[in-house]
Each structure stands twice: as C-alpha cells, then as structure tokens.
C-alpha cells in the first residue's frame, strides 16, 4: 500500500453504514514520511504504535499492517483514533498530552499494559470501548455487503 494522504473513503462508507460518521475534518496519513517518523519518536518510549492521532490527524505509520487488516478492522482503527481525535478536541493539546502522559507512567510505573481496558491509559480505555463495540456491527455491516442478493 502507498502512502495515503486522503480520508479512507471505503473505511468512512463502512462507518456510515452503522452510523458512525469521521469528522469531515479529520486527515489520514498511512506511511507517509511524517507517520513513520513520528512513530520512531514513540518508539523510543514504547513499542511501535499500530495508529495514533495528533491534533485531527490519524497517523498509521506502516502501511502493510494497515493492509493486512480487514475493513472492518481498518474502519474500527480509524473509529478509535476519531475519538482521540475528539479528547483532543475536547481537551485541548496540553491537557490531552499531560493526562496521557500521567496514565502512561502511572500504568508503567505499576507493570499494567497501558491498553489494558479497565487499568490503563484513560483515554485509551475510552477509545477501545468504543471501537471494541463497533468492531461487530462493522463485520456484520461488511459481511452484509459481501452477501449475494436474496433469492426472490
């Protein structure tokens, strides 16, 4: 997959297909030199991360991880990184960054996995109780595009 620019329009029509719309305003970059950059500064502190937002960007540094992804599951990550998208929004940069941040040491500091859904990052845990809701509805919704016709 090369490096993409544009809003994933085919994750975006899965979205609305359980509606759930992007923010018209959110960019998408998948493999860009920017991405992939960004996730070496992440990287110093932690594993590569899969996705991450900055401001009302969603950034996926590798583009075959993204690839080898189903729609459904491409649609979720990009459902998951909108609501950072929105705390950050919500929160303004400063507070965003120091609350994520807090919850990453504090997790760290007691040996939990800062993704774990009930312990770990706060902002986190809200973005994977939304995307792991969604997940289903995406997989039914693209199964149901998948299926033939019913037989009249």
Do not use: N
Not at 6 to 32: F, N, W
Not at 35 to 56: K, M, N, S, Y
């Amino acid at each position: 997959m090369p490096p993409l620019t544009e809003p994933c329009q085919a994750e975006r029509e899965l979205l609305k297909a359980v509606g759930v719309s992007l923010p018209s305003t959110l960019r998408v970059e998948v493999g860009t030199r920017r991405a992939r950059a960004l996730a070496w500064v992440f990287t110093r502190l932690d594993a590569p991360p899969a996705a991450f937002a900055l401001g009302r960007t969603v950034f996926i540094p590798d583009p075959a991880y993204f690839a080898r992804l189903t729609l459904p599951q491409r649609a979720a990550l990009l459902a998951h990184e909108s609501v950072h998208v929105a705390q950050w929004q919500r929160l303004g940069a400063p507070r965003f960054l120091w609350q994520y941040l807090r919850d990453y040491l504090r997790t760290r500091r007691q040996g939990l996995d800062t993704h774990d859904p009930h312990q770990g990052i706060a902002l986190e845990r809200e973005a994977l109780a939304y995307e792991s809701r969604l997940l289903p509805l995406l997989e039914v919704a693209a199964g149901a595009e998948d299926a033939p016709p019913p037989a009249a």
